[in-house]
């Protein structure tokens, strides 16, 4: 679906997230962070607030996490959703990725994940799932790419840490419906390999493929012909 900016790729995205919300009120949800979410989960929260849906037996699972960091520390990616997510939509049950051996095990025993909600990363990764990476990456740490240390150190003063754990590219995968968001132009390029190219180790996110994924992009980030 291509919107026109940013503030309605997030009208958008929170109604799809809504809608599962709504139909399954203990729905699992594979949450992302970095700032392409951020206006969405915003709407969300204004929505919670309203009455308009309700988060509090929603499970909020973790997508990906730095190694070696405190739960508090300003860089942990934990901190981020609760900060942007769990908090303020009022979520009350979340499963942390903390060990990689027993994650996948995890989701399975909650009866898997109803939806992961996604961001581009600049080399086409998909949570920390660096190219090259196969569809059958299972949850696991990995060494970050200098693409996308360069792409996080946006994000903060201190110095960006060089290993992941994330969510496998078959766990993001097996969700039942996936929503990717793109927003901006410096997402361009990469989004029409993403949905151009043929799915490839190349290209993380081109792995998404089907009737159950949607992305929402704006018009700045929609490939030209
Ligand atoms: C965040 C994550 C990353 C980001 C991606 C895009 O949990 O897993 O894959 O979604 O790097 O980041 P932004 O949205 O900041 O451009």
């Known amino acids: 679906m291509v919107v026109k900016d940013a503030l309605e790729a997030a009208r958008v995205a929170a109604d799809i997230i ?113 190219p090259p990476c196969d569809e059958h990456a299972k949850t696991r740490e990995v060494d970050l790419t200098p693409e996308s240390l360069v792409s996080n150190a946006r994000y903060f003063d201190l110095p960006v840490p060089t290993r992941a754990r994330t969510a496998g590219m078959t766990t993001i995968l097996s969700a039942r419906e996936k929503l990717l968001i793109v927003t901006g132009a410096h997402k361009r390029r990469i989004l029409a390999r993403t949905l151009d190219e043929v799915s490839s180790r190349d290209v993380p996110a081109s792995w998404l493929r089907g009737e159950d994924t949607t992305v929402v992009a704006d018009e700045e980030a929609r490939p030209r012909d």
């Not at 699992?28 to 970095?34: M, R």
């Not at 979410?37 to 929260?45: K, N, Q, R, T």
């Not at 739960?71 to 959703?81: F, G, I, K, V, Y």
């Open 18 to 130: 809504a809608r599962i919300v709504r139909d399954k009120p203990t729905a699992a949800l594979l949450v992302a962070t970095g700032n392409t979410p951020l206006p969405a989960y915003a709407e969300l929260a204004r929505r919670a607030e309203n009455g308009e849906v309700d988060f509090s037996r929603v499970l909020a699972v973790q997508l990906d996490e730095y190694v070696g960091l405190e739960e508090d520390d300003p860089r942990s990616l934990w901190r981020w959703t609760r900060r942007s997510f769990v908090d303020p939509l009022g979520v009350t049950r979340t499963l942390r990725l903390v060990d990689v051996t027993t994650f996948d095990d995890d989701i399975a025993k909650v009866g898997g994940l109803d939806l992961a909600v996604l961001g581009l990363g600049p080399n086409g990764h998909l949570g920390f799932n660096e």
